[in-house]
């Protein structure tokens, strides 16, 4: 219970940069606006839900990329924004993207919180989409977390899929959590089936970030398999993607895990480069912790 309170303290404190400049923004909007306009009219809610949007991308943008304190700000602000256009649908999207970095960032127990409040909210509004996706990101933390068997998180989230029809993004998070319970299961050939959907969604709808994210799972699943020329070929497609978005933390784990896969490929020059250039792009980042174990594995190879 401490742990919990601390944790909501420091996240309130990180929310205070975004407040200051939400409060400058809007400043800005109010000195630039036609003051005969009635306050609190439909083009005062739409800027908040546009704000709001646009704080819920960064934020997962951020957590995405290893950037947890500035993610936790972001998204923070997203939510705040999201209540003061009184929006249920905006607010659970923005627990939804808050529970995930959380979790990313090793605080589980406020993720699942996070998650439950959104599935609350959800079936609340009612909203039977969103309180299945609400379900599919509680089932992927139990997946990431251990708390459940990959075969009941499959048979959960295979339940689950049916009510995402709208969502493209969601629909392709679920086949995210899919195919990594698959890959668990050591069913590699279905694993690889549940990421491509994913995706196919990404591509199609220009998520480049997203979609080198699903190249790099597609190349853990085939080093699994013993397939490492396939693994070495998807992690490249990653590399090629991080690299177009300037992604510094994506680059960083693919030639990681290049290395990774030219090691277990009996390939150990190539397992020392691909490590020490991932150690490079870390220590650029500020990582230094990391980059001086993987230069320690590199001498290791």
């Given at each position: 219970m401490k ?8 996240l309130?404190?990180l ?10 923004g809007?400043?800005?909007i ?25 704080q819920?991308?960064l934020g ?5 990329r ?12 997203s939510?705040?924004?999201a ?5 249920p649908?905006?607010?659970?999207r ?7 970095a959380l979790l990313?960032a ?6 699942f ?5 959104a ?12 309180a ?10 139990r ?7 990959a075969q009941a998180v ?5 339940r689950e899929?049916?009510?995402i029809t709208?969502?493209q ?6 086949w995210?959590?899919?195919g990594?319970?698959q ?9 690889e ?12 709808g220009g998520?480049l970030e997203?979609?080198a994210?699903?190249?790099f799972?597609i190349?853990?699943i085939?080093s ?5 020329p396939?693994?070495?070929?998807a ?23 290049k290395?990774d896969?030219?090691?277990r490929?009996?390939?150990?020059a190539a397992?020392?480069e ?12 500020g ?15």
């Amino acid at each position: 219970m401490k742990e919990r309170l601390l944790m909501k303290q420091r996240l309130k404190k990180l929310t205070t940069a975004a407040l200051a400049a939400a409060v400058a923004g809007f400043l800005t909007i109010g000195a630039t606006s036609c003051s005969s306009r009635p306050r609190g009219d439909i083009g005062e809610v739409q800027t908040l839900r546009m704000l709001a949007e646009s704080q819920l991308e960064l934020g997962s943008r951020e957590a995405d990329r290893g950037n947890h304190e500035t993610a936790f700000i972001f998204l923070n602000e997203s939510r705040r924004l999201a209540t003061l256009a009184d929006d249920p649908g905006l607010l659970v999207r923005s627990s939804l993207a808050l529970g995930n970095a959380l979790l990313s960032a090793g605080h589980a127990a406020e993720a699942f919180d996070e998650w439950a409040f959104a599935e609350r909210m959800a079936q609340a509004m009612p909203d039977a989409q969103l309180a299945a996706v609400s379900r599919v990101h509680a089932a992927r933390g139990r997946l990431t977390t251990g708390t459940a068997s990959a075969q009941a998180v499959l048979d959960d989230v295979n339940r689950e899929i049916a009510a995402i029809t709208s969502d493209q993004l969601y629909l392709a998070f679920s086949w995210q959590v899919i195919g990594l319970s698959q890959r668990a299961l050591s069913r590699f050939a279905e694993a690889e089936a549940s990421m491509m959907r994913s995706l196919a969604i990404h591509e199609r709808g220009g998520n480049l970030e997203l979609a080198a994210n699903d190249w790099f799972v597609i190349g853990s699943i085939r080093s699994l398999s013993g397939n490492y020329p396939g693994a070495l070929q998807a992690l490249q497609q990653a590399v090629e993607l991080d690299r177009r978005t300037e992604n510094s933390w994506g680059l960083a784990n693919d030639w990681r895990a290049k290395g990774d896969v030219h090691r277990r490929a009996g390939n150990p020059a190539a397992a020392r480069e691909a490590y020490l250039r991932s150690a490079a792009i870390f220590r650029a980042m500020g990582r230094e912790d990391i980059a001086a174990n993987l230069e320690e594995m590199a001498e290791q190879v």
